[in-house]
């Protein structure tokens, strides 16, 4: 029951975007399940495998966001810079980009108008208390967060718990009875964390 309260209003008709017609079915599907979470929690969890095209996930929810008076940034690692841009460029769209070290020297991204950030190999932000997660942090506030990572957890929950505390509140869940988020995961308790994963991820 407490499943479904999460994620009923996620598997009502898709939201009436249009979506490029350079994705394929199975990006397009999970474009459209992002953009419920999004819409619904102010952060998603793309957590496919490498080579299903996250970053095309990414760019479409991006070309979404700018078609609704918004726009995005990409966070990455520095050796992606030139993926990314090779993607953007093949399916013309825009690309803000910085770099998670240049995040690390608290260096933010290009002005402050974008409303989705789009954080790739997300896991790198699994420790808050670094600097970069700071800056990510502080990034992110009032803005819709999107994670992309084909390894959400190396160490322990406690990484997912970091990851998904950039968007989300300790009692953002409680009142669909998943209790604190944050609590299970770092305890380790499966059940109650699995529930608003299985809400958040995609």
Do not use: C
Not at 47 to 62: P, S
Not at 94 to 107: D, E, G, I, M, Y
Not at 110 to 125: K, S
């Amino acid at each position: 029951a407490m499943l479904a309260t999460l994620v009923a209003p996620l598997e009502q008709p898709a939201p009436r975007v249009t979506l490029p017609p350079w994705l394929l079915p199975h990006q397009a599907d999970a474009v459209l399940r992002a953009r419920a979470i999004l819409d619904r929690f102010g952060g998603a969890l793309v957590a496919d495998g490498v080579g299903l095209g996250k970053t095309y996930v990414a760019l479409a929810l991006a070309e979404i966001e700018r078609a609704s008076g918004g726009d995005a940034l990409v966070v990455a690692p520095a050796a992606l810079r030139r993926e990314w841009q090779r993607a953007a460029a093949e399916v013309g769209a825009p690309l803000a980009f910085v770099s998670h070290t240049a995040l690390a020297r608290r260096r933010a991204g290009p002005g402050d108008a974008f409303t989705l950030l789009v954080v790739d190999e997300a896991h790198g932000f699994r420790n808050p208390r670094t600097r970069r997660y700071d800056t990510l942090a502080r990034l992110a506030i009032g803005r819709r967060v999107l994670l992309l990572t084909a390894t959400p957890i190396n160490n322990s929950t406690a990484d997912l718990a970091a990851l998904i505390h950039l968007f989300a509140g300790a009692g953002d869940f409680r009142p669909f009875g998943g209790g604190d988020l944050f609590a299970a995961l770092r305890s380790g308790e499966g059940e109650g964390a699995a529930l608003a994963l299985g809400a958040l991820t995609v």
